[in-house]
């Protein structure tokens, strides 16, 4: 801490801070349009922060200035005040001041700063500025180029941020306004953040456009649930709608962005779509609305029915309590084993060697590592607020990327190396690794990415999919990142909450607290063949349809039509629901919700509820007690979502005694609390990884390998948001140039890509940076998804 | 007065390095090279040259800020003379860009940079060609390139091109203009010594500072520190043009009076008429009237009145010519070349703009100049770089000498418009149903 002066008072702050930060410290407020530490350095182009600081003859901006010892700054003289009252009339002469028509009205940075730094008045007689407006910038967002103060927060946001380039400021001096390079839309997965940039109402949400005016509104602290980026968020309400949703920024968990799939599809809370009434299936094979204990006694009815002969799946934003509750359920009442939660089947002891908090690496520790690791997973799809997280440690503080995946990946341009292996050989390479890290042989790719990790320093984060299992524990420590800070594995997993529902014991061979059972269940693969052979007889669904978010999809669909009881918790009829779904409860959507989830890197955070239910909606832990108690279990009464948490935490040892005051509005992580040292240790045998031969990148013998994504706009939020509609993708096949030349195939052509009898069909994209031999589908589509196909080699041809 | 950068100016095929050797060429680089780059610098800090670009920095002073390391050095050279009244660097170039590569190379020396560039205006597609060819034969020669005349100097110089804005002569923009991208001024600090050209430490310097190095190391620091005043030493530049007789480049020697030139060298103004005001150092210099024309020629005595040397270009505006006529120019020059990243100079200069042509409409009162005052005073300091200071200078001391004139003209021209003719008392509107 150092001590400067400020108006003629000593403050104290930390050194080398700007000025108008250090500048709070003693309350004062010192005015700022362009500054924003979250685009980087400062620019000093807006001169809103002019100061003066004894010692340096001109005016100096508060925004670029760090404090120093003895400084003696004055922001309240006359000399100050001229030049920032200057500023504002500066600003104001080309602004069209239509605050009463303008969405920013109300919460403006433009409006406070005039009201409190400007004149109160324009000498200014002259026409102003004209332009066309208001325009679309993009579907999503609306520019008026008038009310433009041209302050570059958006043009920065878009080439240091989220890098993609495309705002620029065209024209020059007065005649500057805010383009896109090329005239095309600005469409990009994060753009949205532009539009809370905003420092005027010059971009504004095209969807949010006249709907409220801030003294309407009320905000509402949440956690997005549609991946498992879990961004902090405010709802923006007006009479129990959900209307905005803004950042809430949280360091340790988005850094205050938001993609836009959690900015914009909030829109599908309010649509006529949505599932809000319990429904079961009546005689004549519709599914009819029924009251919430017809509803209730029929899936009772199923399940016990069923009893040790139900397999219970859940996925996308299910709570760790409603997890919990299923799980007790599952295995209390009806004495059933099968039960799962992840996409593709992870065991108990590499689960247990992963989540070693021994091992764990933070959000933030992608910014401050010395080197980050992307394995097997593509950020932007699987969790895609780190996506603009691995840019900023790139760009700012020269973190050295390494990419290994087997999809050409987005940050491949930022990537001090990137190598490609074959579509599913993700562990194979991560073995190879292994054998390179420790010194064996292995292969010249796998060996580059150690050394380069090596040379980058010691604090090396691993991001990785799930899937990737066993082998990164071991690749760990093999680097010597056990213990520590600053370095380790963030394991993206298969949902939105996947690691909590792991954690409360959702999986065949573990209970609550990834505690041992008896005798394993089957996992997820297994319970479609048992439902499809007739061994399981009831499905019940948590936030999951398995046709569109699981694979091989023609055997679900012999196991959803075989299954006498299908129980689904959903928010949309998507295809396996509509078609086979005997009871249907409404699931909540996310702003309705109370619960907890648990981030990838283990931050419990609360899910608060924002609104109330829509039409018969309940809260799904109440559901989830009514059924148990109709099935038989013996659950003490769970009267709020409190003791559902409560519940949980006596039943996962390192989650004990947790409440949702400890996780407040900014989370907590379990590693960092006492009770983490009861994580059972992980079998010393889990860390024994045989490298296996590596399938490498080259062309197979005959035919394609094929390789699948499940885009970030790949979900029934997207497809239900008005706005976001036009997102909504289609199948497309990704392939390399030489292969489409090979079979005669151009960009943009329709083809049938077909294994096994099946088929889907998908439209050309080549990619140069595909590699040859393979090509890539989309999976989690409503049509075309590529689960229908069955094996790992496709033939193309054209449609 | 001996001169030192003209020498030989108008010499045919000076610009050819076989003249430009017979006539001395590029021994002084062979001199510098064979002294330590300590002893080299000392020269230069010894002989005052101070930055001829505009700003007056201590050319020497500059290399002695560049910070010793690993880090590469750049060396920019500033040929972005876009200036308006300046004209001399194109003269240097296109007939002596020899002197200039022999200037840089001497520099880069002192400084320790390998790396050179020439960032030369687009619309100097002459000079430019001028100076591609001079490079190629230097490289030729072996005054370019490794072991440059067998020392272990290395030093490579590349000739850019600019497209053609005004802003890119400021050195920060200049410095992004060369990396590709658009040429905008950056936040100061870190200055262009820490972090310039590629984020490494960089010299830049004008035309005629450059090539004025050869000189001072074939005469000596001391020897040119004599020439001149005390704190403006040497000889510079001036480009004269406007109402005189004789317009063009002459080279003085700092500190002679301001009539020596402008009456003297250039002959004053056409017969009958006489200096109404004179831009010392660039259309970007405040003013000066026919009152201050015995004052001596250098940095601190056009400071002292409220001017300054600049780039060394004198604009002379005689009484013929209407005041409001010159400001008006001057401030479009600068809103059309403001970058608009900072916000007093965007909109300060538009501003500006829009009250001249108000003025010229007839539709201006007095109180419009206090505006105008007011708005210049507004941007002087406040911006990112000097280019809105650069109008507002002269604009407002514009408006500040020339009061009385602005009047007057604002006057006249109500007078012609629709507002002085208009009926004094306007119809009555008639209120609806009403019979008139």
Known sequence: MITFSIDGREVQSPENLMLVDAAKYGDVEIPVFCYEPKLGNPVGACRMCLVEIEGIPKLQTGCSTPVKDGMVVHTQNTRVHEAQEAVVEFLLI?????????????????????????????RFIEPKRHFQKPLELSPLIA??????????????????????YQLVLQERGAASYVATFDGHPYVAPFSGNIIELCPVGALTSRPYRFRARPWDIEGSGSVCTMCPGQCNVTFTVRDDRVLRVLQR??????????????????QAIHVDERVTSPMVRGQDGQLVPVSWDRALSEAAAGLTAAGSAVGALAGSGTTNEEGFLVQRIVREALGSRDLDSQRAPVSRDALLAISDPALQATVPDLEFAHAVLVLDTEPVDDMAILDLRIRKGVRRNHVKLAIASARPSSLDANAAASVRFAPGAGPAFAAELVSAAKGEPSSDDARSIVALLREAGEDVVILASERVGVALAALADALGLRDRAGAGLLVVPSSANGRGLREVGFLP??????????????????????????????????????????????????ALSRAATVIAHTNFLTEGIRDHATVVFPAEAYAEKDGTLTHPDGRLQRVRPAIGHSGAGRYGWQVLTDLGT????????????????????????????????????????????PAASAFPAPAPASVNVSPAPRVGPSAPASGLRLGTFRSIWASPEVEHSPALAFLRPRQKIEMAPSDADRLGLGDGQRVLVSNNGTQVSATVALRQAIPAGSVFLQDGLAEDSANVLTGSIVEVRRA | MNKLLF?????????????????????????????P?????????????????????????????????????????????SEPGTFKDRELMQKNPHMLIEGIIIAAYAAGANKSFIYIRGEYVLQADILDAAVLEAERAGFLGENILGSDHRLSLVVHRGAGAYICGEETALLDSLEGKRGNPRLKPPFPANQGLYQGPTLINNVETLATVPAIMGMGGDAYAKLGTETSTGTKLVSVSGHVKRPGNYEIELGVSSREIIYGLAGGPP??????????????????????????????????????????????????????DVAYKTAYFYRHESCGKCTPCREGTNWTVKMLERMKAGEATPMDLDIIASVCDNIIGHCLCVLGDAMAMPVGSMVAKFRDEFEEYIEARRQESYLGTADPEPELALIQGAVA
């Open chain 1, 630 to 673: 109709r099935v038989g279990l013996h659950v003490p009464r769970v009267l709020t979502s409190g003791i559902a948490l409560a519940q949980l935490a006596q039943a996962v040892p390192f989650y004990a005694g947790i409440t949702q005051d400890e996780i407040g509005g900014r989370g907590i992580r379990w590693q960092e609390r």
């Open chain 1, 143 to 164: 520019i008026d180029r008038e009310r433009c103060i041209l302050c570059y927060r958006c043009v920065r946001y878009s080439q240091e941020v989220a890098e993609d």
């Open chain 1, 249 to 266: 920024d949280n360091a340790e968990v988005d850094d205050g962005w938001l993609c836009d799939r959690g900015r914009f599809a909030y």
């Open chain 2, 7 to 35: 020498k030989d100016i108008d010499e045919p095929g000076l610009n050819t390095i076989d003249v430009y050797r017979r006539r001395g060429g590029y021994e002084q680089l062979r001199r510098a090279l064979s002294m």
């Open chain 2, 37 to 81: 780059r300590e002893a080299v610098l000392n020269e230069l800090l010894a002989s005052g040259l101070r930055g001829r670009g505009g700003a007056g920095f201590a050319m020497g002073k500059k290399i002695s800020f560049l910070p010793k390391g690993a880090l590469d050095i750049y060396l920019c050279c500033n040929a972005d003379e």
């Open chain 2, 271 to 324: 017969e009958g008429r006489s200096v109404k005001l004179w831009f010392p150092g660039g259309s970007s210099s405040p003013v000066l009237t026919g009152d201050d024309l015995d004052l001596a020629y250098d940095f601190d005595t056009m400071a002292k009145a409220g001017s300054m040397l600049g780039s060394g270009a004198i604009i002379v505006v005689d009484d013929q010519t209407s005041v409001v």
């Open chain 1, 94 to 122: 080309n602004h069209p001041l239509d605050c009463p028509v303008c969405d920013k009205g109300g919460e403006c940075p433009l409006q406070d700063i005039s009201f409190g730094w400007g004149g109160g008045r324009s």
């Open chain 1, 509 to 558: 061979d573990a209970g609550p607290g990834l505690s041992p059972v008896a005798e394993p269940g089957r996992h997820a693969g297994q319970i479609a063949e048992a439902a499809a052979t007739g061994d399981i007889t009831a499905l019940w669904l948590l936030g999951i349809d398995p046709l569109r978010d699981l694979p091989y999809r023609l055997r679900w669909e012999q």
